[in-house]
């Protein structure tokens, strides 16, 4: 049994929302750039007589995707890579050619999140790993060897905690009687901090175990990098379809389409003036305001409740010079 089939309740959020933007046709090519569990994939492919090629960093993604590769047969193609690598991948599988729409669901997936052996939640003990793909380094590895100043500063950074130092502090101090390896060792830390007090109503340990996947997965790397790449491979007319969850990457999405749209003046620090001066909109945006889940979505699916959809329709102009300086660690310290 494969991952999609584990999860036949497997929801994809704000479906509706993404097939009415992307707009699916009859002859036309989509990158589905976080497969997952196939949601959107599955939805595109029956909107229209289309072709998807889908892309999945996570091994476990694409060995459930046998059935709908059985199902629609030729009309779709996966690859194992991330969606940064997505030119590469157009490339490879369309040589000379550029696609209609992109389709990038960010952040983890219900059945990552459902996989106590992958080790994204704190809900349940298992090996503290947190890796999307199946090569890099563990959250274990990173909190096992790293300096408690680099520790906390990734908890600040990529979970927003205010509490980043003493929760490093504890880390450090645990470690040093035994090193880390499950989940509800880790939470249990987190938890002391807080004396199990909840956070804006959420258990203690949620930012510090988001913070570790992004950091983990380079997530905001890869969400930079692979909006650009998506500039560069979508064809004039083409859709790109953004749905994130949480602020770091909706501000990271929000920025990238503004200034491709032309609607702010403000050149990034990363990129000298002249090239930003020169640089005509790639971009026209569908929606001004993200787009949020509706009530009924919400009954049916709460873990919904922080997507937001930002979308925009390719120009003619050119690729706006490379910026992937924009997500790295910043001076604050906590």
């Given at each position: 049994?494969?991952p ?8 994809p ?39 998807v090629?889908?892309?999945?960093r996570?091994p ?7 059935p ?6 030729r ?40 996989d ?66 499950r ?12 004396h ?29 990098t ?62 001004s305001r993200?787009?949020?889940p ?7 699916n ?33």
């Amino acid at each position: 049994m494969g991952p999609a089939d584990k999860h036949p309740r497997h929801i994809p959020v704000l479906i509706s929302e993404v097939l009415e933007t992307l707009a699916p046709k009859a002859g036309e090519i989509y990158i589905d750039g976080t497969f997952g569990a196939g949601g959107y994939t599955r939805a595109i492919l029956e909107k229209a007589d289309c072709s998807v090629l889908a892309l999945d960093r996570d091994p476990n993604a694409i060995r459930g995707a046998a059935p709908l590769i059985a199902q629609f047969g030729r009309r779709l193609k996966i690859i194992e890579t991330p969606f940064s690598q997505m030119e590469d991948a157009v490339g490879a599988e369309l040589p000379g050619q550029q696609v209609d729409g992109v389709v990038l669901d960010i952040g983890v997936s219900s059945m990552q999140l459902d996989d106590a052996e992958r080790g994204f939640s704190f809900q349940s003990d298992g090996p503290l790993d947190m890796r999307m793909s199946s090569s890099g380094m563990s959250a274990a590895d990173f909190l096992n060897t790293a300096d408690e100043e680099d520790i906390a500063n990734v908890i600040y950074e990529f979970g927003e905690e205010h509490r980043s130092r003493a929760i490093a502090r504890a880390i450090v101090k645990r470690r040093v009687d035994a090193p880390f390896s499950r989940t509800l060792e880790l939470a249990d830390v987190v938890s002391r901090v807080f004396h199990g007090r909840k956070v804006d109503g959420r258990h203690p340990a949620t930012r510090t175990f988001q913070a570790l996947r992004i950091f983990v997965n380079d997530e905001l790397g890869e969400l930079t990098t692979g909006l650009a790449a998506a500039e560069r491979i979508l064809k004039p007319g083409g859709r790109l379809v953004v749905v994130s969850f949480h602020s770091l990457e909706d501000r990271i999405v929000k920025k990238f389409l503004t200034e491709r749209s032309g609607k702010t003046a403000g050149a990034s620090r990363h990129q000298p003036p002249e090239l930003i001066k020169s640089a005509d909109p790639s971009f026209r945006l569908v929606n001004s305001r993200p787009l949020t889940p509706s009530k009924g979505e919400l009954e049916v699916n709460p873990r919904s409740r922080s997507a937001r959809l930002r979308a925009a329709i390719r120009l003619d102009a050119a690729a706006w010079p490379l910026d992937t300086g924009a997500t790295g660690l910043s001076q604050h310290r906590r």
